[in-house]
């Protein structure tokens, strides 16, 4: 494998990417001075960029994503075969690939029946709230209509999603936003203290709790779902705490409030389950997911819905407005669903929920050593390959560590060819947690590169 590409070439790519395009998430002043990053090549669970340089890619293409690896023939044939076949028609038909890939997704999902096809997250989330508002106007005369969602969790891009977005530096000077989003508090056992609640035993049923406390406060009757993360992905790597998940579907039933989860980073496969979800053992009404369905190699996200929630929107009414009157030009739109029917068969075919357990308890044990060795490291925590490493300039206090430093941390495991990523823009002052995400077919060797390169990383910049 080789990305390099000849000197020319490079400079020429390089240039017109500094001239033209405009990079997610970054600032651009930077380039005047620097090379932007240019990826070439990807096999496995290495990336390589426009100057030939292998990377260990520890975050599976930076936003937990490829989940199979790179370079699979049989998915990119498949989007091919499916792209000549039949390359477009719009949603309001079906399609082969979309109703193989939604009946193989139900397998994996009992008690959910219905699957939306979608572009992306963002726009996964935005349809499920779209149907809470739906569902609140035919049922409720609108009252039910506000959306829960917690400190620290994030939905997406969208006006609509950062209203529902619970890190405050994601939405800074893009409001105004949506009325009828109401924020309920984070589940970090770690920073319970900064909630009045540290050494409690059972933390996990008071932070539950505290969401119950916001339904009082703003009425039950106003509140439609209460949409979360299984395990929140870029607001710190945020496993809840054992008791919260049962409290919270106790309250979700007792109020008749839809509980919205959201997969777009668990799922497939990430935490070691299909779904993070179900390592809890929750029985949500609406899951959405995007990133990890076909690994990147199509865009394609689903909304999946219990059958009780599809029913809302069926009946034989004379209202012309009265089903879910929505639509998208791409969603579900042929290469997605080809590309999610292999990734899936990959995942079960080569057991990689096995694998992501396995190498999921290794990570973790390599990351509990490094805490052991570096005072920095206040907390590890995650689940399956999911994992993440907070850093304080005080055990005690558990102040964060100024966070140019965390990135120091990421630029110099880079330097030493592993990607590792860190909270980004989440929080103010507190995006101090390094993030670990491989693909689910990394090795024993893989995670051990991964540990050392942090220990070395972590050596050269707190000593
Ligand atoms: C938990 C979660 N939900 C939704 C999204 C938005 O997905 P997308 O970027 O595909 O719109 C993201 C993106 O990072 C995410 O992490």
């Known amino acids: 494998m080789d990305g390099a590409l000849n000197e020319n070439d490079i400079s020429g790519i390089i240039e017109a990417d500094r001239a033209h ?5 970054s600032q651009h002043k930077p380039y005047e001075t620097t090379d932007p990053r240019v990826m070439v090549e990807g096999k496995g669970i290495h990336v390589w960029d426009a100057k030939g340089t292998r990377y260990l890619d520890g975050v599976s293409g930076g936003v937990w994503t490829v989940n199979v690896g790179y370079g699979r023939e049989s998915i990119a044939d498949a989007v091919r075969d499916q792209l000549v076949k039949l390359n477009y028609f719009a ?11 939604a009946k193989r997704l139900i397998e994996k999902m009992p008690g959910l029946s219905r699957v939306y096809y979608n572009n992306s997250g963002s726009e996964a989330n935005e349809k499920a709230f779209k149907m809470v508002r739906q569902i609140a106007h035919k049922r409720y005369g609108g009252k039910k209509h506000k959306i829960l969602f917690r400190e620290r969790d994030y939905h997406g891009t969208t006006i609509a999603c950062l209203s529902a977005g619970g890190q405050p530096e994601r939405n800074a000077q893009y409001g105004p936003f949506t009325p009828g989003f109401v924020e309920v508090p984070h589940c970090l056992a770690y920073r319970a203290h900064e909630q009045g609640l540290e050494n409690a035993a059972n933390y996990g049923e008071l932070a539950a709790n505290a969401i119950e406390e916001v339904i009082l406060r703003e009425g039950p009757d106003t509140i439609g779902a209460l949409c979360l993360e299984p395990v929140t992905a870029g607001g710190g790597v945020i496993a809840p705490p054992e008791g919260y998940w049962p409290r919270v579907q106790e309250i979700c039933r007792k109020y008749d409030i839809l509980l919205h989860i959201d997969e777009v980073v668990c799922g497939l ?49 004379t209202d012309p407005l009265n089903y879910f009157r929505d639509i998208s030009t791409f969603g579900g739109c042929t290469a997605g669903p080809a590309a999610a029917l292999e990734n899936i068969r990959i995942i079960e075919d080569e057991g990689l929920l096995d694998n ?11 990351l509990e050593e490094l805490k052991e060795k570096h005072k920095v490291v206040g907390d590890v925590r995650g689940k399956g390959l999911f994992c993440g490493a907070e850093l304080v300039a005080d055990r005690l206090t558990k102040e964060p560590v100024a966070e ?19 909270t980004n823009r989440s929080l103010p002052g507190r995006n101090n947690t390094l993030c670990l995400s491989p693909a689910l077919i990394a090795t024993e060797d893989n995670i051990d590169e991964i540990a050392a390169a942090m220990d070395v990383a972590l050596t050269r910049v707190f000593g």
Request: net charge neutral; with cysteine.
């Open 356 to 366: 992501t357990l396995a190498m999921g308890t290794r990570l973790m044990m390599r």
């Open 21 to 25: 395009v405009w990079h997610h998430m």
């Open 91 to 101: 949603g309001s038909a079906g399609s082969i690939p979309g109703a193989l890939f």
């Open 404 to 422: 140019k430093l965390a990135q120091q941390v990421v630029a110099e495991c880079s330097a030493q060819g592993v990607l590792i990523g860190v």
């Open 269 to 317: 496969g990430r935490t070691g389950t299909w779904f993070g979800y179900q390592n809890y053992g929750i029985e949500p009404d609406m899951v959405t997911m995007a990133k990890g369905v076909a690994s990147g190699y199509a865009a394609i996200a689903c909304l999946v819905t219990t059958e009780k929630v599809f029913d809302m929107f069926k009946d034989d009414s």
